[in-house]
């Protein structure tokens, strides 16, 4: 599937995700603490939240959005805290993947899903911490959680000064709240396959002896569907091969050895330009996450380029395989669990 037309609403939304990255990561390189990157790029993500809904909607989807991520960041920085011992990363991951799911199910978020979570916490819960360090290191992040929700509400007094206000919210997306979701057991089911998965792929990624294990844990939390929709093994295709043309991407960035300001604009452009497709076509965006991800990473704690490359693709398709039989498993059970309930009531229509 292709991305459908974009419209000057999307365009806005892109602008104003760049915003929230540039001048955060900015403001740390003309501080020289560029390594410091990782706290405020995942906070940052706040701004892939509430496109084209309603200022009312899309500041309480901002904020809760928001909140989530300061919440797992502070969850991540105390796992850090403890040197990242294996048995609270999995505990965490496994938190955070259902909540992303159920969350996402009950607030109507676009983009759906727990990866964007997965990805905050796996990284920074990676970064090595110290006591002093984590109330500065956590402020750069609440401050960026703040600046993207004011950056989100940004057009609303122009738009009230010059009075195109009510014909800007024919524009605008209706989000539906489903509180109901939080009594769905397909909800909790896929919630709980996406911890199966994220867990798997993760243990089986560190079992190779892969440097960033968790980037197949990312890797299954992009590609599950979301509850009630088609499970469809063409979409784990997709995200898997997106992910691995933006390692190429990628490659090419790294290896031009650009200055980290050129680094830093570079992310920002990425991040204007996921933030355009994600909700959209995820696959497309996926060639942007991609570099954005792992540009922040060398940022924070770089590596080998070879060897993050390498690895990237590498857990992208332990993920991949991963979800893909989980899809293949739910969709084989959903079919079992439908076909007695169809022939009874094709039983009961013959009997009418």
């Not at 300061?70 to 403890?82: E, N, T």
């Not at 195109?164 to 509180?179: F, M, S, W, Y």
């Not at 088609?230 to 960035?253: D, E, K, M, S």
């Amino acid at each position: 599937m292709w991305p459908r037309s974009l419209g000057r609403l999307d365009v806005e939304a892109g602008l104003r995700a760049g915003i929230c990255v540039l001048v955060p990561l900015l403001a740390l390189l003309l501080a020289g603490v560029p390594h410091l990157s990782a706290y405020v790029a995942f906070a940052a993500f706040t701004s892939l939240y509430g496109r084209s809904e309603a200022y009312r909607s899309r500041w309480v989807t901002v904020s809760t959005a928001g909140a989530t991520f300061l919440l797992i960041i502070a969850a991540a920085m105390l796992v850090a805290l403890l040197g990242g011992p294996p048995i609270a990363t999995v505990i965490g991951l496994i938190i955070v993947s259902g909540l992303g799911v159920v969350l996402s199910s009950v607030m109507g978020w676009v983009p759906f899903g727990s990866v964007f979570f997965v990805f905050a916490f796996a990284v920074i819960s990676s970064i090595p911490l110290t006591a002093g360090d984590f109330w500065p290191r956590f402020a750069l992040s609440a401050g960026t959680v703040i600046f993207c929700v004011l950056v989100a509400l940004l057009g609303w007094l122009p738009r009230r000064v010059r009075g195109g206000h009510r014909r800007h919210l024919q524009q605008l997306r209706k989000v539906t709240r489903t509180p109901a979701a939080l009594r769905d057991p397909v909800v909790w089911l896929h919630a709980g396959e996406t911890v199966l998965g994220v867990v798997t792929a993760l243990l089986l990624a560190a079992g190779l002896g892969l440097s960033h294990s968790y980037w197949a844990a990312v890797a299954v939390a992009a590609c599950m569907p979301r509850p009630h929709a088609p499970r469809q093994v063409t979409r784990i295709a997709h995200r898997v091969l997106g992910t691995a043309v933006g390692v190429v991407v990628t490659g090419l960035i790294l290896l031009a050895e650009s200055s980290i300001a050129a680094t830093i604009v570079v992310a920002a452009v990425c991040q204007v330009l996921a933030e355009l497709f994600v909700g959209q076509v995820y696959w497309f965006a996926l060639l942007f996450i991609t570099p954005l991800a792992l540009l922040v990473g060398q940022l924070s704690v770089p590596a080998p380029v070879s060897l993050i490359l390498s690895h990237r693709v590498l857990d992208t398709t332990i993920g991949g395989a991963v979800a893909l039989v989980l899809v293949l498993a739910g969709t084989g059970a959903a079919v079992t669990w439908q076909e007695p309930r169809r022939r009874n009531a094709d039983g009961a229509a013959a009997r009418i």
